[in-house]
């Protein structure tokens, strides 16, 4: 009996990862074949791509919801990967929504004997019918003596061993990965499974999320527009979370809003207000604010829903953003750089030329009246465009930070045609102006410290001077000239010179096949097509860097010449 059950797992194990390893092979095919010009019918052009681009997210989309619980939520964690998906990807992801049939009450009722014990005796009235199935649990509805309304979330039985078999296979996959020539150049798949893992199987603890409800909860309790549930710590476990049953109408209900006779633009504007609070006042904020996550109660409050993840902003990171709000401010592409490469944002080392034109577009187009209702959105995306393929990185806060302004932004855009999420946020960002919120004396100290720095570099400038002109006489100094754009262009120009002498070549070595074929000895054709394949191979090759080098030239490529 013990070795059929381990036969049996161990099959199990190998159906597993044969299904999971098939998914991965074909994405893997997919990104190959979309990457070569001759796949496109017709020829290539940017609407044929996105269009294929669009339809593979959404394959993958449901492929992952296939896969189950783990990928779920794999998923919905490389959607704060721009750099490791494109853009289209990344925002088919970022709407994945683990909707999945509810497991039996019978079962539910286990997983509450086996997490609380005697304890449930203090459970009465729990619903059959859970009031929402999700991967990792599913919520039921129940009242306790003592007359208190919760709700009990309860995850999935055997869950955790199945998280553990999926990322034991991801692991592996992540590994063959690193291992390739060009998929793991400039990329730790490793180091991102590893990071994948240790997320996942935080989310399994419950408790990890009480703690994230109630340290939530904390933040708004005097704030009368705010509603977070209360957690019944003495009926959570690991796989058990109990907090206050807290209804509402669904933030995107319109409709219903008005019925209740709520105002749905003061609806748009507390709930953006209470972003921005969590990101300036806390840094500690709702990372998965969707609208399925927040309701509205009778009297107009919002209410928070869902725990499981949440972001933090680290000191360093928010005394950066605020120099980072400073610099936009002053419209400062140079300075906004400099500070989103010290907060670690754009790795150090790097052509920063085609950033800072983006930038600067960016700023323009974000900060110049009347406002776009959608400006959060668009700069995502252009953000999003930039990272892929190329050695920048965001934090993923600031992608989670992004993702959940754009939710409101939409949100707020849907109850409010009017709504303005920049205007809403002027008040919150005026903080972040100064390093401390001390208004003139923090400005001084700027000030100051720019002239410490300046100082410095005087004093120390004849000492670099005497030093570069010795070098200079014993022929040691090098002197390097950089043309920017001129130079990229120069690259580009020689990269499409060799595209078009291979395709002289290409097409040459085609009418000798040609000939060849049609004489007495048509064997001899085999010559120049055997010929034509290396020649071929680094055609598609240059076809791929032309097309890598232009990215970033097309999205800055509407600025107006200054």
């Known amino acids: 009996m013990i070795l059929f059950s381990r036969l049996k797992s161990l099959l199990r194990r190998a159906f597993r990862g044969l299904r999971i390893w098939r998914a991965v092979l074909t994405l893997l095919f997919f990104l190959w074949w979309d990457a070569r010009a001759f796949s496109y019918p017709g020829g290539l052009t940017q609407e044929r791509r996105e269009a294929r681009q669009q339809g593979r997210a959404r394959w993958l989309t449901q492929e992952l919801l296939r896969l189950g619980s783990a990928f779920i939520k794999l998923g919905q964690l490389l959607s704060a990967r721009p750099d490791v998906l494109p853009a289209g990807w990344v925002t088919e992801l970022a709407a994945l929504q683990d909707r999945v049939p509810s497991f039996s009450f019978d079962r539910a009722q286990s997983v509450l004997e086996e997490e609380l014990g005697a304890r449930c005796a203090e459970i009465i009235d729990l619903d059959e019918q859970p009031i929402a199935a999700a991967s990792l649990a599913q919520v039921h509805r129940a009242s306790l003596r003592s007359g208190r309304q919760v709700v009990l979330k309860i995850q999935r039985p055997g869950l955790e061993s199945l998280f553990r078999l999926d990322l034991e296979v991801m692991q592996q996959v992540a590994a063959v990965l690193q291992r390739h020539p060009k998929w793991g150049r400039g990329r730790d798949w490793v180091a991102i499974a590893q990071e994948c893992r240790r997320v996942l199987l935080r989310e399994l603890d419950f408790r990890l999320e009480a703690q994230h409800a109630a340290r939530f909860r904390q933040q708004f309790l005097d704030d009368p527009?705010?509603?977070?549930?209360?957690?019944?710590?003495?009926?959570?476990?690991?796989?058990?979370?109990?907090?206050?049953?807290?209804?509402?109408?669904?933030?995107?209900?319109?409709?219903?809003?008005?019925?209740?006779?709520?105002?749905?633009?003061?609806?748009?504007?507390?709930?953006?207000?209470?972003?921005?609070?969590?990101?300036?006042?806390?840094?500690?904020?709702?990372a998965d604010p969707h609208p399925g996550n927040l309701a509205v109660a009778a009297d107009g409050a919002l209410i928070y829903y869902d725990f499981g993840m949440m972001g933090q902003l680290s000191e360093r990171l928010r005394r950066r953003l605020g120099g980072m709000v400073r610099a936009a401010a002053a419209r400062d592409a140079a300075s906004l750089v400099d500070e989103m490469q010290a907060a670690g944002v754009i790795a150090t080392g790097v052509d920063v030329g085609p950033v800072r034109r983006l930038v600067r577009l960016m700023l323009k187009e974000a900060l110049t009246p009347p406002f776009s209702s959608s400006v959060i959105q668009k700069l995502s995306g252009d953000l999003y465009e930039l990272v892929y393929g190329q050695p920048f990185r965001l934090?993923?806060?600031?992608?989670?930070?992004?993702?959940?302004?754009?939710?409101?932004?939409?949100?707020?855009?849907?109850?409010?045609?009017?709504?303005?999420?920049?205007?809403?946020?002027?008040?919150?960002?005026?903080?972040?102006?100064?390093?401390?919120?001390?208004?003139?004396?923090?400005?001084?100290?700027?000030?100051?410290?720019?002239?410490?720095?300046i100082s410095s570099r005087a004093v120390g400038l004849p000492r670099r001077l005497d030093e570069s002109l010795e070098r200079l006489e014993q022929?040691?100094?090098?002197?390097?000239?950089?043309?920017?754009?001129?130079?990229r262009q120069f690259r580009r120009m020689v990269t499409a010179q060799n595209s078009i002498g291979q395709s002289v070549l290409l097409g040459g070595l085609a009418v000798a096949a040609a000939l060849m074929g049609a004489s007495s000895r048509p064997l001899w054709a085999l010559l120049p097509l055997g010929a034509a394949l290396p020649v071929g191979m680094g055609w598609l090759k240059l076809q791929v860097k032309l097309r890598r080098d232009g990215r970033i030239e097309t999205l800055s490529g509407s600025e107006p010449s200054s």
């Open 395 to 453: 934090p993923v806060e600031l992608i989670f930070v992004m993702r959940a302004l754009s939710t409101f932004e939409g949100v707020g855009k849907s109850l409010d045609p009017g709504f303005s999420l920049v205007a809403i946020a002027k008040p919150y960002l005026l903080p972040l102006m100064t390093s401390s919120g001390s208004g003139s004396n923090d400005l001084l100290n700027e000030f100051g410290r720019q002239v410490g720095a």
């Open 475 to 487: 022929g040691d100094l090098q002197l390097q000239i950089r043309m920017g754009e001129s130079d």
């Open 225 to 286: 527009n705010i509603r977070v549930p209360g957690v019944v710590w003495e009926l959570s476990t690991r796989r058990v979370l109990c907090l206050d049953y807290l209804p509402g109408i669904k933030i995107n209900d319109r409709q219903a809003l008005l019925d209740a006779g709520i105002d749905p633009s003061k609806v748009a504007e507390i709930g953006s207000a209470s972003y921005l609070q969590q990101l300036v006042r806390y840094g500690f904020f709702h």
